[in-house]
């Protein structure tokens, strides 16, 4: 089977810098994925990792470590709008996507 | 361009009613999916389909149908709803597995009393 661990909430500040660690682990891997949903709205797609190392675009990043089942998602220069909940999902083997719990992001002012 | 269409967006419902959810893609994926997601558990998978004919159970199957005779449909049945199932549920579809992304719909708010 398959197990993500993800922060429940997390809070930060307007213009500043967060990372939302993931942990999983899973019996064959395929892949993890980042998503973010707003309250209310559908889950879009963010990132996918696949390899060791880190994925960048734009504003947001992130990060795998196969080998310690670990990622993160860094967000930069956070701006309101980026308050939502973030999910990691993991695909192993040929099985779909398993999604953890998700994180609740609050920006402040 | 379409995408990926739920309906309905909202529905209540009576306890021991059967309700069926549609969902329909344009973009004639491969796969499609349907998940619940309730608070304190995330996301969880249904049921997925790799094809037209061919579905296979996920995490919650239970209380639940599907079907899928065209590539582009995927209809979800409660077949006698309980309270339990009291959720959203969002409808997704990919090209193929590994690493292609999967595209939710806008999702469903199913409530039954």
């Known amino acids: 089977g398959q197990n993500i661990d993800q922060p429940t909430e997390m809070t930060a500040t307007e213009g500043a810098i967060v990372q939302i660690n993931c942990t999983y682990q899973t019996s064959g891997f395929n892949g993890l994925f980042w998503y973010q949903q707003h309250a209310g709205e559908a889950p879009t797609f963010l990132s996918y990792?696949?390899?060791?190392g880190l994925e960048e675009k734009g504003r947001f990043s992130s990060f795998l470590s196969r080998s310690k089942g670990y990622s993160y998602l860094l967000l930069k220069e956070l701006q309101m709008k980026d308050s939502a909940s973030y999910l990691c999902a993991v695909r192993g083997g040929n099985t779909p996507l398993v999604f953890g719990k998700g994180t609740r992001l609050s920006v402040i002012a | 361009d379409a995408g990926i269409t739920q309906s309905p967006r909202y529905k209540i419902t009576e306890t021991g009613r059967q309700v069926t959810l549609m969902c329909h893609q344009t973009?004639?994926?491969?796969?499609m999916f349907w998940y619940r997601q309730d608070l304190g558990h995330g996301l969880r998978l249904i049921y997925y389909s790799a094809a037209a004919d061919i579905t296979d159970k996920g995490e919650v199957p239970d209380g639940y149908v599907v079907s899928r005779s065209k590539t582009e449909n995927f209809p979800l049945t409660l077949e006698s709803a309980t309270r339990s199932q009291t959720s959203v549920y969002f409808c997704?579809?990919?090209?193929?597995?590994?690493?292609?992304?999967?595209?939710f719909g806008e999702g469903s708010w199913l409530t039954v009393v």
């Open positions: 973009w004639s994926h491969s796969y």
């Open positions: 990792n696949v390899l060791d």
């Open positions: 997704a579809s990919s090209e193929q597995q590994g690493g292609n992304t999967i595209y």
